[in-house]
C-alpha cells in the first residue's frame, strides 16, 4: 500500500492492480490510507476503493469528499459515482445530517450516481437552510432525467415557497414536455419569484402551449421582473 504514493506513476498503477486483485482482505488498510498525510496516497486508495466496489468503504470514500485536495475528492466522486447504488445509502445519511459541512457536494454526487431513491431526498433539500445545498440539490436533480420529473412536479404544486421555485428552475433544465401544464399553472403562483422560474422554464421547453399564457403574464403580471422574463420566453418558444 506504500506504493500508491511513490513518485512512478507507473509503480502506483502496478500497486493498485495487485491491491484490486486481493480485493476485500485489503479494504480495511486501504480505507485507513484514506486518512495518511500523503494526498497521492489518499487519491489513489480511494481510486482502488472504487475498483473494489465493496459497500463496507462506502462512508469513508463519502468522508472523503471534503479532503483539502481536489485530486483526492475527485478520485472519491469518481469511485463513488463508480459504484452507483452500492453508495447511495451512505451518500443519503450525509445528506440528512443539518451539521454536515460535506453536504453541497454529496448532494451533487447524488445526482451523478442517479439513483432513484435520492430524489425525494434532494427535493426535501430544497428547503435546506444552506443556500449551496439547495442549489446542488437543484444541480442534481436536473441532471436525473426522468425519474425526477414527477416527484418536481409534485413539489411543483405543493411544496413550500423556495421549493416551489427551485422545481420550476429544475423542470426547465429537464426539458420534459410532461411539466408544461404545472409550468403554466405555475404562472398564477402567489410567489413572483416562482412565476419568474416557470416563466423561464416555459420559454426553455419551447412548448407552443404556453404562448398565451405567457402572453398573458407580460400584459397582466404585477411584477416587472415576471414580465420581463415572461417577454425573453416568448421570444424562445
Do not use: Y
Request: net charge negative.
Amino acid at each position: 500500500i506504500g506504493v500508491l504514493g511513490h513518485l512512478d506513476q507507473d509503480l502506483r498503477d502496478a500497486a493498485a492492480r495487485v491491491l484490486v486483485v486481493i480485493g476485500s482482505p485489503a479494504m480495511d488498510s486501504l480505507v485507513a490510507t484514506l486518512e495518511d498525510v500523503n494526498w497521492e496516497l489518499r487519491t489513489t486508495a480511494a481510486s482502488v476503493l472504487g475498483e473494489l466496489g465493496d459497500e463496507r468503504s462506502m462512508d469513508a470514500l463519502v468522508r472523503a469528499l471534503g479532503d483539502e485536495f481536489s485530486s483526492v475528492r475527485d478520485a472519491a466522486t469518481r469511485a463513488l459515482v463508480q459504484n452507483g447504488e452500492v453508495a447511495t445509502e451512505s451518500l443519503i445519511r450525509v445528506l440528512r445530517d443539518p451539521e454536515n459541512p460535506g453536504r453541497e457536494t454529496v448532494a451533487e454526487v447524488l445526482g451523478e450516481v442517479g439513483d432513484e431513491r435520492g430524489v425525494d431526498l434532494l427535493i426535501e433539500a430544497f428547503n435546506d437552510r444552506r443556500k449551496g445545498v439547495r442549489e446542488a440539490a437543484a444541480r442534481a436533480l436536473a441532471s436525473m432525467g426522468e425519474m425526477a420529473v414527477k416527484p418536481l412536479i409534485e413539489a411543483l404544486q405543493g411544496g413550500e415557497e423556495e421549493s416551489r421555485r427551485l422545481a420550476a428552475f429544475t423542470l426547465g433544465r429537464l426539458g420534459d414536455h410532461q411539466a408544461i401544464g404545472p409550468l403554466v399553472s405555475a404562472l398564477k403562483d402567489p410567489d413572483w419569484s416562482v412565476r419568474r422560474e416557470a416563466a423561464e422554464a416555459c420559454g426553455m421547453l419551447k412548448d407552443s402551449q404556453a404562448i398565451g399564457p405567457l402572453v398573458a403574464a407580460l400584459a397582466r403580471d404585477a411584477d416587472e421582473d415576471v414580465k420581463a422574463t415572461a417577454a425573453l420566453a416568448l421570444g424562445n418558444v
